[in-house]
């Protein structure tokens, strides 16, 4: 038997035998009666795991009773590296692609560099991302490389992201990650993975004698599902989260090969044009 079958069997039975007593286990949505979409959902399990669905992504950790009206949710993040590539194959373009998607903002950006290479061995020169004097303020940025048989690119951050300005200082402790660069693609995405550099969320959601608040101001309500119902709608809830991300649209996400702390000095980097 699959570890999985052995949980979706413990969640039976525990739903079961705490249905009763635990007021807050159960399924709650957005109080809009001809809303029935997953941008806005909570499930609250008895092992004291829940799911918060909103706009597009989801979060999941452990909930604790505060008193009998209120329970805490804490977020429990995994771990995701901060850099994210995605690969397709383009026709309408020769030339190896890049595009910075939302990157970064303000200071940040200058301290971003990037490296194709075509092998692992030797030391790395960088080249700046962006033009400090010119391109700092624009949300989405592109990349042109001539082809010539790029086996890996390599994105370099800075490892300490308080001790940076806006004007470089060299040297400076950075950490980079490395990425295949499949030939079946020549168009490239790289986004920065927002919810690996947040703190982890903590909600409060608070009984009322008409029904629930999470947070502040927003009015849920709690919708009556059995068990299998509850795992069913949870995993339908994941695919569909999924499929309205905005990034299904950037080709495959690419697996890094490796990730590095290292350090940047003038001597680290080359002209953009060389």
């Known amino acids: 038997m699959t570890s999985k079958k052995v949980y979706y069997l413990l969640f039976l ?15 709650y949505k957005l109080d809009d009666e001809g809303l029935d979409i997953p941008t806005y959902s909570l499930f609250i399990l008895p092992d004291n795991k829940f799911y918060f669905f909103e706009s597009g992504s989801w979060k999941t950790g452990k909930w604790n009773e505060v008193d009998k009206d209120n329970i805490q949710l804490t977020e429990i993040k995994t771990e995701n590296i901060p850099i994210e590539i995605y690969g397709k194959f383009d026709q309408n373009i020769k030339e190896i692609t890049v595009n910075l998607v939302s990157y970064l903002g303000g200071f940040l950006k200058t301290y971003a560099f990037i490296n194709f290479s075509k092998d692992l061995i030797f030391s790395k020169k960088f080249q700046p991302v962006f033009n400090v004097d010119e391109k700092l303020r624009e949300n989405n ?12 690119l390599t994105f370099s951050i800075p490892y300490d992201k ?26 490239y995405y790289i986004i920065e993975n927002i919810d690996s550099i947040l703190q982890p969320v903590t909600l409060k959601l608070t009984k009322y004698s008409n029904g629930y608040y999470i ?23 994941k695919i ?6 905005y990034k299904k649209n950037f080709g495959t996400k690419i697996p890094h090969k490796s990730v590095e702390k290292n350090i940047i000095t003038e001597t680290s980097v080359i002209n953009p044009s060389d």
């Open 162 to 187: 308080n001790k940076v300005k806006y004007e470089i200082s060299y040297p400076f402790d950075a950490v980079s990650y490395t990425f295949p660069m499949d030939k079946k693609y020549n168009y």
């Open 215 to 237: 947070g502040v101001d927003r009015y849920i309500k709690q919708k009556e599902l059995t068990a299998s119902e509850t795992m069913k709608k949870i995993e339908d809830t």
């Open 13 to 27: 039975f525990v739903f079961f035998i705490t249905k009763v007593n635990a007021q807050f286990v159960g399924y």
């Open 141 to 152: 940025y592109v990349i042109t490389k001539k082809n010539e048989e790029y086996n890996w």
């Open 240 to 245: 569909t989260v999924e499929n309205n991300s």
